[in-house]
C-alpha cells in the first residue's frame, strides 16, 4: 500500500509542476492528464484499502487466543469479500498436513497433504499464490468438491497465508462464478488481507510461545526454591525422627511404645509429601499392598487422642475384622483420612460424634471399590454448599475456613482413581465418601 501511495504522490507532483509551467495548456498534453487522473484513483484506491487493513488489523489484535483469532479472520473475510462460507487449513508441525481449524467440527475433520493430489487448497500453498478452482482447463480436485458440496458453493478461491518466508496455512473461500472476476480484481487487497492475517496468527503464537516459556522459567524457579525449603526441612526431621526411636527405646510399656511407632510413621509420611514436592506433576506411587483396615485403625488411634477426645467428640470405628488390601497409595490415603476426620471434628462440639466405616464389594460401571466414609452428627450442609462441596473455595465451617480440606480431598481420591462423595446423614449430619478402586 505504501508503494502505492508514493507512487500516486509522485505522479500527482509532477502533474502539479507541468501545471505550473504551462505544458499541460500549451502542448496539449493528455497522455500527462491521463497519468495523473490514473494516480489520483490510485491513489484514493490504495488510502481506501490502507484504511480497510488498519480497521481488519485493530479486529484481530483483539483477539485473547488461536481460537478467537482464527474466528475474526473468517469474520472479517466474510464481511470484507461477501464470502460468508470460508475456512482456515493450517499446516499442523507434527505431522505437515494443513488440517481445518477447530472451531468447526465438519472442516476440522478434512485433512490436506500438501504434496498430495492436486486442488485449490494445495496449489494456493505450494504455489505461493491465489488459486482457485474454477478454471476450465484444471479439473477440480476431491477437496474443491467435498468443500463446494458442504458450502454449496461452485467454487474455491484460497489464499496462501505466509510471513517472513514461513507458509501457515490457506484460506480457502467458498465463491460463485459470478462471485470470481470480481475478487480477481481485487487480488491486492486479497494479498494485503492474507498478509495481514498471517502477521497476526505468527504475533499471537510468539506472544503465546514466549507466555509458555515464562510459565516453564517460573515453575522451574519455584522447583528450585521448593528443593531448597526440602533441604531446610529434611533436618529437624530427622532429629525428631531420632530423638522418637531414642525415646521408644526408654519406655517400658507397650502401647507406649506402639503409639511412639506411630508418631515416627507419620514423621516420615511427611518427609515423603515434602519429597512428593520435588517430584514432577504424575509421578509413580510407590506403594504396594497397602492394608486400609490396619491403615484406618492406626491414624484412628492418634487423631482421637489428638482431635477428638480433648474436645469431647466420640471417634467411633466400624471395620471388617478381615484386612482389606488395596494395590497402592498408603501415604495418600493417610492424607484423605486425617482432612475428613479433622473437617468433622472442627464442625462438632461437645458430645459429638465420628464413625468412621469402611465396606468393600462396591461395585460401580464394572469396577470394584472399597468404600470408606466418615460420618458426622453435625448441622449438616446445606443442597447449595454440598453442590460444590469439593472446589477450593467452598468452606463447612465458617469462619474463615478457605475449604481446601476438602478439595484435597478430591484430588487425592482421583489420584488414586477413586472419587470423593458426599450425601446427609440420616440422623442429621454428613456422611464423607471416599470410593477406592482395589485394582
Known sequence: VSGEISFAQAARERMLTDGANGQLEQAGDQSALLEAMVAQDRLGQAVHEHALMGEVRGEMHGADDEAALLRAISRCAAILFDVPENHL????PQTGMLRGSAFEDLLHEIVIDPDGAANAVNRAWREQRISHSLDAEIPAGVVDRQLSRLWETQGTLCLPLSVADRSLGVLAMGVSRQQLPRLQARARLLRLFAVTAATELERLRQREMNRQRAQDDQRLLERQQVRAVLHEVSNPLTIMRNYLAL???RLEEQVTRDELKVLQ???????RILLRLSEPVGGELDDAGVNLTQIVRDLARVLDDALC??????LKLN???VPLVLPRGRDL???????L???AAEVLGPGGAITVSIQDGINLNGRQYVEMAVADNGPGLPDHVRAKLFQPTVSTKGGGHAGLGLAIVKSLAEELGGQALCRPNGGGGS??????PIY
Not at 309 to 314: A, D, E, L, T, V
Not at 431 to 436: C, T
Open 89 to 92: 487449513f493450517l499446516r499442523d
Open 247 to 249: 525415646l521408644a527405646t
Open 265 to 271: 510413621e507419620e514423621m516420615e509420611r511427611i518427609g
Open 309 to 314: 477426645r480433648p474436645h469431647g467428640i466420640n
Open 319 to 321: 471395620l471388617a475384622d
Open 333 to 339: 490415603i493417610r492424607q484423605i483420612l486425617l482432612n
Open 341 to 343: 476426620i479433622r473437617n
Open 431 to 436: 456422611i464423607f465418601i471416599v470410593l477406592l
